[in-house]
Structure formats: structure tokens, C-alpha cells
């Protein structure tokens, strides 16, 4: 038995990068997620990815259809075009993902071969990029999160948010990344754990949102208002509240859904009881279990802002928050009148039924005949009788 490989899990194409050095070209940006549960993002010219593709065709000639066609597996890919404009590179989009995509679920001896892996492995140009001390830095054009949209549909590229660092923070695993105070950054992916993937300039990992405040204003636009009449959840692990205004719970346990908060800190409900739960333990019912695929499953939750100490904010005001005495009063308030509203419904349901019982007609009796009717109607023996 040889080493063991580790192999690619998933390739994303994250958009792309117009650079202005040291001429103007175009590199596409590639999440790629390893077996080891590393996260690399990687830079590719598309005339890198033609050669790629060239070669893989001359290593696999059957599944390539270079014998038979019928026998092609490896997907298609157009030979780039004499002069690379912006439009060309944004169109191309939806096809690289579509044709990394089906790569990467191609039988194992193409998909893991050396040539796929060593083609998306960490270059140097990758952490230190030659623009990186350019006056002009480049543009970044992010692509949108539907990929059946096509490029036509687009209105415009989308563009990175940028986030100050309020405190300095350390980073705990090769996938996260460093900050200090006052650095600038680029949010590239907002997870719902409340883990975001930022870069800087030759930096990229994962960093708490806690550790982030937008530029404008010390709120997030984004920031959903609460949901009171609730979202169930089942708990996938246990926690045990660290804070007063935090809820212990079990695996296994349902609970409703409250305030889903992009730090990753959710507000849930128990009963009558309310609290902050980290969302990255919850799964909303219904919904398959996709943590197996998930980057993150192995890390803890993130820190809450108040657990964060040394917070060095550029906004006078602070951050609005709601106390959870107040989510308590508002959840009370609203199952009390789910409640009456419940009751009210039944009780005309059950008027309803009652009416249309009384309703209903009753079978008919019919009047007993009299003695001269019955002699009339009646045989002779039975005449006798009644005489």
C-alpha cells in the first residue's frame, strides 16, 4: 500500500480579478477544500486552465472521446479567445464551474491524479501576488451565489464588503487567519456560524465576525429582524450556557428559532425560555444533515463580541442589541395570542359541528292507522280478529 493522497473535496470558483501588473490580464479565484479539511484560495489564468485541460486529455485519451466519443466523460472546454476582455472573462464563469464541477466527480484515477492535484496546490504567486505593491490594486468581481443564473442576467459583479478589526485576534488552526486592530479586510464568505472567510491583501483563512464592524455604521445593514413566531431546530450537539443571557441545551433537544444574528449567536426559545445558542449546533427540521461536507464542522463556535476584550471601535455609538428580557416579554406576548387565536378557532369549529348536528333531519315516524282504515285495507281473516 503506497502513502495516502490527499485529494481534492470540492473546487468553488469564487469570481475573478482584474490586475493592472504588469500589464492588464484577468486571473479567476479558486476556493479549493482539500481531504484534510484545509481551504486554499488559488488564483488561474484561463489560459493556465486550457493547458490544464489539454494535458489531461493527452493522459486519459479514452475518457477524453480521443478513441471513441461515445466514451468522453471529461467535460468540454472552449480554447480561449485571441484577446481576453472583461466581458469574455465574466461569461466564462458559469462554464469553469460547471466544468470543475463535473471534474471533480469523475472516477477517482482522473480526479486525483497528480496532474489535478498539483495544478490547484498553493503557489508562491498565490500568498505573495506581484500586484501586491502596485499603486493600482486590482478589482474584484465576485460571482454570484445562484450558479444557474446566466452571465447575461447579471447586473453587475459583486463587489467584496470591507470590515475593520476591533480587537487583535490569534489565530487557532491553519484554515483561520490573523487580524489586529484596526486592519482592513475583506469579507469573501459570510457563513451562518458566524466563521467569515476574509482575506487581506496576501492573507486568507476564516476569522470570528465578532471580531469585524462595517465602516458605516456600527450595525449590520444585513441583520435580520427577529422571527417571534419561531423556526424549529433540532440540537446536533449539546452546550452548556458560559453567559446569563445564554440557554443550555441537549443533543436531540427541538427548539424554535428566534433571531438568527450574523455573528452566529442565534436567539432561541425552550418553552418559555429564551436564550443565545451557537447556530453552527443546530439543524432546522427537515433539512438533511450536511455536515459531513461542511469546512467547518470540526470548530468550535466563535466568540461572542462580549466575551471579546480591548474592543477599539472607530463609532462613537455602540451596537443596538435587544436583552433577552425583552425577547422573553415579546415571545410571552406573541404564543399568548397564538394561543387565543387557537382556541378561537376551535371554539368555531365546534360550533360548527354542534349546528350541523342539530341539522341534521330526523327520520320521520309515521301516524298509527286507524281501525277503519285497517278493515278496509286488511284481509278477511285479520277482520275477523279485530271484530
Known amino acids: 500500500m503506497g502513502e495516502s493522497i490527499i485529494y481534492i473535496r470540492h473546487i468553488e470558483l469564487l469570481g475573478f480579478e482584474k490586475r493592472f501588473f504588469p500589464s492588464q490580464h484577468y486571473v479567476y479565484m479558486f476556493l479549493v477544500k482539500w481531504q484534510d ?57 458559469n462554464t469553469l464551474s460547471e466544468y470543475f464541477s463535473a471534474l471533480i466527480n469523475l472516477p477517482r484515477k482522473i480526479s486525483r491524479c497528480v496532474h489535478v492535484l498539483d495544478f490547484f496546490k498553493v503557489r508562491p504567486e498565490d500568498l505573495n501576488p506581484s500586484t501586491a505593491n502596485h499603486p493600482k490594486k486590482p478589482e474584484t468581481f465576485m460571482m454570484p451565489y445562484d450558479s444557474k443564473k446566466i452571465a447575461t442576467d447579471i447586473t453587475g459583479p459583486i463587489i467584496l464588503q470591507t470590515y475593520r478589526v476591533i480587537a487583535d485576534y490569534e489565530k487557532n488552526s491553519s484554515t483561520e487567519m490573523a487580524m489586529k486592530v484596526g486592519d482592513i479586510v475583506d469579507v469573501v464568505e459570510k457563513s451562518e456560524s458566524g466563521w467569515w472567510f476574509c482575506q487581506q491583501k496576501n492573507k486568507r483563512g476564516w476569522v470570528p465576525a465578532a471580531y469585524l464592524e462595517p465602516m458605516d455604521s456600527p450595525d449590520e445593514a444585513e441583520e435580520q429582524e427577529p422571527n417571534y413566531a419561531g423556526e424549529l431546530h433540532v440540537v446536533r450537539k449539546g452546550y452548556t450556557a458560559a453567559q446569563e443571557d445564554e440557554i443550555s441545551l441537549k443533543e436531540g433537544e427541538t427548539i424554535e428559532v428566534i433571531h438568527k444574528l450574523l455573528d452566529g449567536w442565534w436567539v432561541v426559545r425552550k418553552d418559555e425560555i429564551t436564550g443565545y445558542y ?84 330526523k327520520p320521520a315516524i309515521p301516524p298509527r292507522p286507524s281501525k277503519d282504515l285497517l278493515l278496509i285495507r286488511c284481509s278477511e281473516s285479520t277482520k275477523k280478529k279485530i271484530q
Open 37 to 93: 479539511l484545509s481551504e486554499k484560495v488559488v488564483y488561474r489564468k484561463f489560459t493556465e486552465i486550457y493547458e490544464f485541460h489539454k494535458v489531461l486529455k493527452e493522459m486519459f485519451p479514452i475518457e477524453s472521446g480521443e478513441i471513441n466519443t461515445e466514451n468522453r466523460i471529461i467535460p468540454h472546454l472552449s480554447s480561449p479567445k485571441w484577446f481576453d476582455s472583461q466581458r469574455a472573462t465574466e461569461n466564462r464563469q
Open 278 to 361: 451557537p447556530s453552527m449546533y443546530l439543524q432546522k427540521v427537515g433539512e438533511e444533515n450536511m455536515t459531513e461536507n461542511n469546512p467547518l464542522r470540526n470548530k468550535a463556535a466563535p466568540p461572542r463580541r462580549s466575551s471579546i476584550s480591548n474592543i477599539k471601535s472607530i463609532h462613537k455609538q455602540s451596537r443596538k442589541q435587544i436583552s433577552q428580557e425583552t425577547y422573553r416579554r415579546n415571545s410571552v406576548k406573541y404564543m399568548q395570542s397564538r394561543k387565543k387565536l387557537k382556541n378561537k378557532f376551535l371554539g368555531k369549529t365546534n360550533i360548527i359541528e354542534e349546528k350541523n348536528e342539530n341539522d341534521e333531519p
